[in-house]
Every structure is written in C-alpha cells, then in structure tokens.
C-alpha cells in the first residue's frame, strides 16, 4: 500500500474539531494554510518488541521498529510534526530490568521524540536510576509540577518547551501525578509536588501571554479519568478548570481512546483530551489545522501499529 493511501485510511472516519470560539460551519470554509500534526505515545512501558501471533488481543501489534516506519511515513506526509510521549518509558519487560532505561531512551533518540514527559514508573530505578540515564535521552524531559530543586534532577527538566513549525509557535508542558502514596519515598526523595491545576494556570499564562504561542499542548500522566475518586485530577477535570489547553496527551491509566474525547474549558472553548493506552500497541496522531489569521481546528485518531 502507498504510504499516502496508508495514511488516509488509518485517520479516516475523524470529527473536525474547532477550538476557540470560532463556530465548526464558519471555520470549514476558510482557507487552511498550515497543518500541524501532533504525534504521540503513552505508558510503552519497555515494550521493545512487537507482541507475537499468539498474544491474544494485541497479537502482532505495537514494536518500536513498526512505530519508527510509521512516525517516518507521516513525517514525509507532513514535515510539520511534533513527536512527544506522556510518561512511564520504563518496566515491563525484561529489557529495562537488564538495562535499567538505557535501550528505551536511545531508541526514542533515534526516533526524533521531541520531548516526554515523566510517569511514575519512571521512578522504578529509584531517581538516581532515572538521572543516570539521561545522557541517552537526546530530547528534553518537560515537567512543570515536580519541583526537583533539591534532588539529583535539578534543572535536568524543563517547566516547558516552544517549537515552531511552519509558522505556528508550539507551547508543551508537562505534568506529573503525585508520587506519595504511589511510589516509595526513597524512589524520589526530595522531589516536590506542585497542584496540576495551579500550576496549568502559570504555565498557559507563560505561553499565552508571555511566549506568545498560537497551540498550546499539555503532556499529562495525571490519568484520564477516576469515576471513583471525584476529588482527584484527572485530564478531563484538568480540561474543564484550565483555559488556553488546546490538547491535552494523557497517560497513567492506559485507556485506549479511538478518538480524542471534547472537553468545554472553563472559558466555554474545546480542548482535547486523548490517550493511546499502553505498551506502543497504537499511535496517537492530531492534525491541526490553521488559517491565515490563525484561527484552528483539529481532528485526531488513534493508529494501530
């Protein structure tokens, strides 16, 4: 199958989407100038390899080889791509328990991720594990809500990062869930915990206000939803008490969504919530579009690989 023909299946069936107050009608007659296509990847948890034919459900899915041919292919579509993972890079197969993150972080290298941001489990080899492997990372670490100052990882992350492509300025921040209670204190020592909600309000000022970004992408493994923990936030309640997210790329809780889920932000615009569920089985993939005064909308998908 031709590449291009590959990529127009696997997105077909997508929504337009319109974000900001502009209405769906009025915004499909106008001219699209840019296209920004946002990639992405969650919880893949060391998984190297593809699953074989007899691993039920996800026989022959996922593999680190598949999703680097298939990142490749949309990149010649659209050299205009973001490649980003939301957390938990590490445990799950025996692949980080021999090489303790090494394998995963130069293999997300050689495929141009453009920045992660950190799960829980990225912990597992305690925070001096995580540092240890850093000089494999050849992409930033983006995490706003975990203040590192007195550990190991002081200012080995970043609160954000800014990327322009065709014209269009790209804000990405990154929050992290909070580790007591779900990882062992000496997993992360002296790292400090910052309310996701607070600190998504200082981070979109910064990039609205002050960097002036025209998208605005939150890389979160908060989860996407707790039915039964009403005071804990996830990415839907994150959606729905902050403004100026345009897309929230979520992690933690492995939920497999085929489509991004619309949440009205507390200003009444659209932000998106998606999440790809687990262990590279699929790919996210965004596409937003931009006219020449700026104005957006998006539809996005979920790739098997």
Same mark, same amino acid.
């Given at each position: 199958?031709?590449?291009?023909?590959?990529?127009?299946?696997?997105?077909?069936? =997508?929504?337009?989407?319109?974000?900001?107050?502009?209405?769906?009608?009025?915004?499909?007659?106008?001219?699209? #100038?840019?296209?920004?296509?946002?990639?992405?990847?969650?919880?893949?948890?060391?998984? $190297?390899?593809?699953?074989?034919?007899?691993?039920?459900?996800?026989?022959?899915?996922?593999?680190?080889?598949?999703?680097?041919?298939?990142?490749?292919?949309?990149?010649?579509?659209?050299?205009?791509?973001?490649?980003l993972d939301a957390g938990d890079i590490f445990q799950g197969t025996p692949y980080f328990n021999y090489y303790g993150g090494e394998l995963e972080f130069k293999l997300m290298s050689k495929l141009k991720y453009d920045a992660a941001?950190?799960?829980?489990?990225?912990?597992?080899?305690?925070?001096?594990?995580?540092?240890?492997?850093?000089?494999?990372?050849?992409?930033?670490?983006?995490?706003?809500?975990?203040?590192?100052?007195?550990?190991?990882?002081?200012?080995? =992350?970043?609160?954000?990062?800014?990327?322009?492509?065709?014209?269009?300025?790209?804000?990405?921040?990154?929050?992290?869930?909070?580790?007591?209670?779900?990882?062992?204190?000496?997993?992360?020592?002296? =790292?400090?915990?910052?309310?996701?909600?607070?600190?998504?309000?200082?981070?979109?000022?910064?990039?609205?206000?002050?960097?002036?970004?025209?998208?605005?992408?939150?890389?979160?493994?908060?989860?996407?939803?707790?039915?039964?923990?009403?005071?804990?936030?996830?990415?839907?309640?994150?959606?729905?008490? #902050?403004?100026?997210?345009?897309?929230?790329?979520?992690?933690?809780?492995? *939920?497999?969504?085929?489509?991004?889920?619309?949440?009205?932000?507390?200003?009444?615009?659209? *932000?998106?919530?998606?999440?790809?569920?687990?262990?590279? $089985?699929?790919?996210?993939?965004?596409?937003?579009?931009?006219?020449?005064?700026?104005?957006?909308?998006?539809?996005?998908?979920?790739?098997?690989?």
């Amino acid at each position: 199958m031709k590449r291009r023909d590959f990529i127009q299946q696997a997105t077909a069936g =997508t929504a337009l989407v319109t974000l900001g107050s502009m209405g769906l009608q009025s915004f499909t007659t106008l001219d699209k #100038t840019s296209k920004i296509t946002i990639l992405h990847t969650n919880d893949v948890h060391s998984h $190297i390899d593809a699953f074989g034919p007899e691993d039920g459900r996800n026989a022959n899915k996922g593999g680190v080889a598949r999703r680097a041919n298939l990142v490749d292919a949309i990149r010649k579509e659209n050299p205009n791509t973001l490649l980003l993972d939301a957390g938990d890079i590490f445990q799950g197969t025996p692949y980080f328990n021999y090489y303790g993150g090494e394998l995963e972080f130069k293999l997300m290298s050689k495929l141009k991720y453009d920045a992660a941001t950190i799960g829980n489990h990225d912990f597992d080899n305690g925070i001096d594990g995580l540092y240890a492997q850093l000089p494999h990372a050849e992409f930033p670490f983006i995490t706003a809500n975990y203040d590192f100052s007195n550990t190991i990882m002081d200012t080995h =992350t970043k609160p954000y990062k800014t990327f322009i492509k065709d014209g269009i300025k790209i804000g990405v921040f990154g929050l992290g869930i909070e580790l007591t209670g779900l990882v062992d204190k000496s997993m992360f020592k002296e =790292t400090k915990y910052l309310d996701p909600v607070e600190t998504s309000q200082e981070m979109t000022r910064i990039l609205k206000e002050d960097e002036h970004c025209d998208l605005i992408i939150c890389l979160s493994h908060l989860g996407y939803h707790y039915k039964n923990n009403p005071d804990k936030i996830d990415d839907l309640k994150l959606a729905g008490a #902050t403004k100026d997210i345009d897309l929230i790329i979520g992690g933690h809780t492995h *939920t497999f969504l085929k489509k991004p889920t619309v949440v009205n932000n507390i200003d009444g615009k659209n *932000t998106l919530v998606n999440q790809v569920g687990c262990y590279g $089985i699929n790919l996210g993939k965004i596409d937003f579009y931009f006219d020449s005064d700026k104005n957006k909308s998006a539809n996005g998908t979920s790739i098997i690989v």
